[in-house]
């Protein structure tokens, strides 16, 4: 199976679909002296010369019609700046958003999106939003924009722009610096798309046509920009980005407290147009905001997303490797994350590091990470050097062939480092398809892993492949996982294991009635133990209908019937002192559930929803709900409230699980704001406060105020506590 899996899809290059049935494009018209102010208000004699791209598609409600509320855009360029100008039809100034912070998101938002594909791959994107209230937004869009993982938020970048209400129409001028954008000297045009979300009229449109059944920031649709004269070559200036933080910290465990001033930074360094070279000295994340608690009724480890700044450029290229759920062989978040002795997960000091990443030729992406953690004796954690070579190439349209070297290795000898634990190395390669129209979308790859005296089998392979059209998807995956395969800054959920999951789903596209489309899936799971003859040790066979309203609204509802084989006792409840569930054992059991989201375009909107059935040898009834109310534009409110109830026979444990999270974000103006994040978790015994004041007093450079407080809930003794004062500027030479 190990040999054949990855075989399969390089069979596969033939599966090129025919791409959009129109070509698109409009001229970028050079200019010498722009005289252009970024107030949002098109009144310099310079616009009347530009040519317009125009004629949007409707995408949503349906995706077959011109727009009702059309839109144009018209760029201009010199050799410093893209000059970007917008006019968006409306029917109202009652636009809707979230805040005035910068980085919005969300379909229940007005926006406007524009999307530059420099190397006309199909690969990679740079995204530059703004909304009519002129709060603006930039992405990085990867892996063709075929999934919402490829749509990153956090990359940051200077430039301007500001928004101009009118009666029925709003107006924005953008000036992007040329030294923002990756791109070949000499280029003569990029690959160009923007779209639109209007809420008051209730629709979404794109200027490329865009089929409902892709993401509307797809890659593989979208048309021409033809510059009037090639592009020279960008020099970006270096930047230099340090930092100052006061913290104060007391542990109420241990009762020990710090009092600490902390200097570091980070320095941006281009090579040429195409890479980039960042360095990072003694980083801190303290201004980060904390991860999300959730409820973990399974015995295995939850996923979190990186939300640390260094590690998000060209994001995609070292951490698409492999299965992102069951076997992916980077996740940044294990660098700067140890056990202590009592196996404890701890916080280990980041020294420093490096990262090139960007482009070697037109085909060929290039990405090297090194960072290096300090030692923590005390708790026998061993200073060690964290590396990653990653290198992609384009083949056909848009697919590519990945392969990459992760190794993590002590600093030094260590007595209380085993052997077996002095160094981690994984070796792997992936190929990845998308065809031109993504139709089809695919993986498969082979990986290996490589610690002392271990060095046979260790193998980690798999393959995926996914139809998708309007009225029928198709998808499958298959994964085998060896059992002493490894990779220490992966993210592996189990090994010893053959996966395989299929799905098939037929969606409907009614012409009359309130629902905009709706469909009905089936799609099981099944995992063979690799080690006991493929025995079956787990199975989900789920079946669900799934509706999306005209207004924006869904509903879902689905049947699930499992079977779990426990190896070890288990108690989902995580009760200390609680009797487990018996290994050595099969269970079986069936759950139904139900879900409803309200239309998030509106002031008061919320999204519910239960589950309820057996669970192991006892019941489970669940409800996880989230409730948003805005003042806009300057106060957005949100809680999360989710209940398990997990009822066993006597004598083992049974629960009610609460986790429950109000927010409040307050947006003083475009450069202060100010959010807390309060999280109640019975399950972990933690009532955690974040309160975050931000004051953005020049472009990219800010200062933090942040307040952490954590009590356990049985008590509500103190936990932890700190207090940061961070002041960060970013300086350009």
Not at 671 to 677: D, G, Y
């Given at each position: ?16 679909s ?28 310079i616009?009347?010369?530009a ?126 610096p ?43 649709f ?52 195409n ?37 998000i ?23 700067g ?7 404890n ?75 077996e ?93 309130i ?20 025995k ?64 998030m ?62 927010k ?6 475009k ?7 309060v ?55």
């Open positions: 199976m190990t040999k054949t899996l990855p075989v399969l899809f390089f069979l596969l290059y033939t599966l090129v025919h791409g959009q049935n129109e070509d698109k494009s409009f001229t970028v018209k050079y200019i010498t002296d722009s005289k252009i102010t970024p107030d949002g208000v098109l009144d310099e004699p616009w009347e010369t040519e317009s791209a125009n004629n949007y598609w409707q995408y949503f409600p349906t995706d077959s019609v011109p727009a009702e509320k059309q839109s144009e855009v018209k760029i201009l360029y010199d050799d410093k700046n893209l000059y970007i100008g917008i006019k968006a039809i409306s029917i109202g100034k009652n636009y809707a958003l979230n805040s005035l912070k910068r980085d919005f998101r969300g379909s229940g938002n007005d926006s406007f999106s524009i999307l530059f594909d420099t190397y006309n791959d199909g690969t990679n994107a740079f995204l530059f939003g703004i909304n009519p209230y002129g709060v603006r937004r930039e992405a990085l869009i990867s892996n063709g924009g075929t999934d919402r993982r490829g749509f990153n938020l956090s990359w940051d970048v200077k430039w301007q722009g500001d928004a101009k209400m009118y009666d029925d129409y709003f107006t924005a001028e953008m000036i992007i040329l030294t923002s954008l990756k791109f070949k000297e000499g280029a003569t045009k990029w690959r160009f798309n923007s779209y639109r979300i209007e809420t008051q009229h209730n629709e979404r449109s794109s200027w490329a046509k865009i089929p409902q059944n892709q993401l509307i920031f797809n890659l593989a979208m048309g021409d920009m033809v510059f009037e004269k090639p592009l020279g070559k960008s020099k970006t200036p270096v930047a230099i980005i340090p930092y100052i933080n006061a913290l104060s910290q007391k542990d109420f465990e241990t009762d020990l407290g710090i009092n600490t001033l902390k200097f570091g930074g980070d320095a941006k360094i281009a090579l040429g147009n890479l980039n070279l960042d360095v990072t000295f003694n980083p801190d994340f303290s201004q980060v905001e904390v991860d999300d608690q959730v409820t973990n009724l399974t015995r295995f480890e939850v996923s979190l997303p990186e939300k640390r700044q260094f590690f450029d060209n994001s995609d290229l070292f951490a698409s490797f492999g299965d992102q759920r069951d076997a992916n062989p980077f996740f940044s978040r294990r660098i994350i140890a056990s202590d002795t009592a196996g997960s701890i916080e280990n000091k980041l020294i420093g590091g490096v990262r090139l990443s960007g482009k070697l030729t037109k085909d060929l992406r290039v990405g090297v990470l090194n960072i290096q953690t300090a030692k923590d004796e005390i708790n026998e954690i061993p200073s060690n050097n964290n590396t990653m070579v990653a290198l992609q190439h384009r083949v056909f349209s848009r697919s590519n062939i990945g392969a990459f070297f992760i190794n993590k290795q002590s600093f030094e000898d260590y007595d209380f480092v085993d052997r634990d002095a160094y981690n190395r994984v070796f792997g390669i992936d190929y990845n398809l998308a065809s031109k129209d993504n139709t089809w979308t695919g993986q498969t790859y082979l990986h290996k892993s490589f610690q002392p005296d271990d060095n046979e089998g260790n193998l980690s392979t798999g393959a995926r492949m996914r139809y998708q059209s309007r009225k029928y998807n198709f998808a499958g995956k298959a994964i085998y996982l060896d059992e002493d395969f490894s990779s220490d800054l992966g993210f592996v959920r189990r090994t010893g294991i053959v996966k395989s999951f299929v799905s098939a789903e037929r969606v409907f596209w009614p012409n009359k009635g629902i905009q489309n709706h469909s009905f899936q089936f799609f099981p799971v099944v995992i063979w133990d690799s080690n006991l003859d493929f079956n040790t787990d199975y989900d066979f789920r079946s669900r209908w799934e509706a999306q309203f005209k207004d924006q609204s869904q509903f879902n509802m689905g049947m699930t019937n499992s079977y779990t084989y426990l190896f070890d006792g288990f108690d989902p409840t995580s009760t200390d002192g609680a009797l487990d569930l018996p290994g050595d054992q099969g269970y079986h059991y069936n759950s139904i559930d139900i879900g409803y989201r309200s239309d375009r509106k002031r008061f909107a919320f999204d519910i929803s239960s589950d309820i059935g057996r669970f192991y040898n006892g019941k489970r009834f669940s409800i996880e709900s989230m409730v948003t109310l805005r003042f806009q534009p300057k106060v957005f409110l949100s809680l999360v409230v989710n209940y398990d109830q997990i009822t066993l026979p006597d004598p083992y444990p049974s629960a009610d699980i609460w986790l429950i999270s109000p409040i974000d307050v947006t003083f103006s450069s202060i704001f100010w959010s807390t994040l999280q109640y978790s019975n399950q972990r015994d933690n009532l955690g406060i974040n309160s975050r004041l931000q004051w953005r007093f020049a472009p990219l450079s800010d200062l933090f105020i942040v307040y952490n407080d954590n009590y356990f809930v049985n008590n509500f003794e103190p936990r932890s506590r700190s207090i940061n004062l961070k002041f960060t500027y970013w300086l350009n030479i």
